[in-house]
């Protein structure tokens, strides 16, 4: 995928119990995460390969993606296509994020990811280090790629971990 010719998108599988996380909580996760407004490219990763896509597994979860997030005057190039085959990446690419912390944080500060995502959502920018390398029950990551797509998934995963204990925490005081 990453040298650029076979079509497919550098992304992850995210399998989850829709009881406890929404869909609607993971697109808006994923919104915070990206470029939506670049084609072929997120932040210094250039190439189709790295577009940014959504690929919903029924129309109910397409509605949700096409909302957008947005709304209108922004022009949003973030493909969403009916999902198909995914394959796993090598295992070498899972869980790269932890593997090389380095790496990833001189990625983020060089290729402005932080800046830029500051810029579009301000202090609900989701900067953070990703939390947790283990996704709990209800949530599995399979990784397809690196690049932003790996970062894509430990923010992803850290940021459903602090929705999770923010509706448990709630559910468990009413």
């Known amino acids: 995928v990453s040298a650029g010719v076979t079509g497919h998108a550098e992304s992850i599988q995210v399998l989850y119990d829709p009881k406890r996380v929404s869909y ?7 919104w915070h995460q990206i470029d939506p407004t670049t084609p072929g490219r997120q932040f210094c990763d ?15 979860q397409e509605r ?8 209108e005057g922004k022009r949003i190039v973030t493909e969403i296509s009916p999902l198909g085959p995914f394959w796993e990446a090598e295992g070498y690419h899972q869980d790269y994020y932890l593997k090389n912390p380095e790496l990833y944080r001189y990625y983020r500060t060089r290729c402005g990811r932080d800046d830029y995502l500051r810029q579009i959502w301000g202090d609900d920018a989701d900067v953070e280090e990703p939390a947790s390398p283990i996704p709990p029950p209800q949530l599995l990551l399979k990784y397809a790629g690196v690049g932003a797509g790996a970062w894509l998934g430990g923010a992803l995963l850290s940021r459903v971990l602090r929705s999770i204990g923010n509706s448990n925490s709630s559910s468990s005081s009413q």
């Open 46 to 60: 250039r190439g189709n390969q790295y577009r940014s896509a959504i690929f919903p597994a029924n129309r109910g």
């Open 64 to 71: 949700l993606a096409r909302v957008g997030v947005f709304g």
């Open 24 to 30: 609607a909580t993971l697109l808006d996760v994923f």
